[in-house]
Nanobody
Framework: QVQLVETGGGLVQAGGSLRLSCSASGIIFSMSTMGWYRQAPGKQRELVAGITANGRRNYGRSFQGRSTISRDNAKSTVSLQMNSLKPEDTAVYYC????????WGQGTQVTVSS
């Protein structure tokens, strides 16, 4: 059974930082492209950052320069460090794996207060 479990969300003031983590099980993590997406109320889900199996990173436009994605294959975890957070970053953040037909975590709420 595949599980992606996100942790690290919460409430933070504008300008602050958060680090999200996703722990994966049931997949060959080292072969997976992993990603973080977010979805705000009334908006489409959008890419925040992705990292391929060989470590190549890409970032969504809204988070370029403000976030860093990393992975630890030994621990089957992918993390997202987010800095200079803005109220418009408030959303549910989801972990994603491209294995099989794609898997999603249950999401973790990030709320940025002004």
């Amino acid at each position: 059974q595949v599980q992606l479990v996100e942790t690290g969300g919460g409430l933070v003031q504008a300008g602050g930082s958060l680090r999200l983590s996703c722990s994966a099980s049931g997949i060959i993590f080292s072969m997976s492209t992993m990603g973080w997406y977010r979805q705000a109320p009334g908006k489409q889900r959008e890419l925040v950052a992705g990292i391929t199996a060989n470590g190549r990173r890409n970032y969504g436009r809204s988070f370029q320069g403000r976030s860093t994605i990393s992975r630890d294959n030994a621990k089957s975890t992918v993390s997202l460090q987010m800095n200079s957070l803005k109220p418009e970053d408030t959303a549910v953040y989801y972990c994603y794996s491209d294995r099989g037909n794609g898997y999603w975590g249950q999401g973790t709420q990030v709320t940025v207060s002004s």
